[in-house]
């Protein structure tokens, strides 16, 4: 857990640092981003299990970041009156959605759908990569 907790300082150590890193200031704003990480690596772990097991590996590594940061911020989040389920809901709801974009962009019948459905799971994967410190697996 200490290594954890110097990756929060890292990530959030001061408010100018939070915004410039784009990681929210308030908890319940930083256990939705992580929960909706987590979600989004967990949809792609899942779709890379078909093609690429080691890179669904990399992918669900980059989803037990984000789990740990849930576990150290979820409580500071629910004193500020998060209910606790909530984070489920915001995980289940990026893996959802990444796991929709994803499907479209490799099996879709329609090639400027599959371009652009697979340009947004990019996107938003690299959103959640940005977060992480050092040389974390993409």
């Known amino acids: 857990m200490g290594g954890l907790r110097i990756i929060l300082f890292l990530l959030l150590g001061s ?41 669904s590996e990399r992918a669900e590594a980059m989803q037990e970041i984000f789990e ?13 009156g998060m209910p606790g389920r909530q984070a489920l809901d915001w995980r289940i709801t990026a893996k959802m959605a990444t796991a929709s974009l994803l499907n479209s962009a490799n099996f879709g019948t329609n090639t ?22 050092g040389d974390a697996p993409a």
Not at 17 to 25: I, K, L, S, T, Y
Not at 114 to 133: K, N, P, S
């Open 68 to 80: 740990e940061l849930i576990d150290a911020t979820l409580p500071a989040a629910m004193d500020w």
């Open 112 to 133: 400027r759908r599959r371009e652009i459905d697979g340009a947004a799971a990019e996107a938003y994967l690299d959103e959640c990569q940005r977060l992480v410190l």
């Open 15 to 55: 408010s100018t640092m939070a915004q410039a890193q784009g990681v929210p200031w308030s908890p319940s704003e930083r256990v939705q981003l992580f929960a909706t990480c987590a979600g989004r690596y967990s949809a792609l772990a899942e779709h890379q299990r078909f093609f690429d097991g080691s890179a």
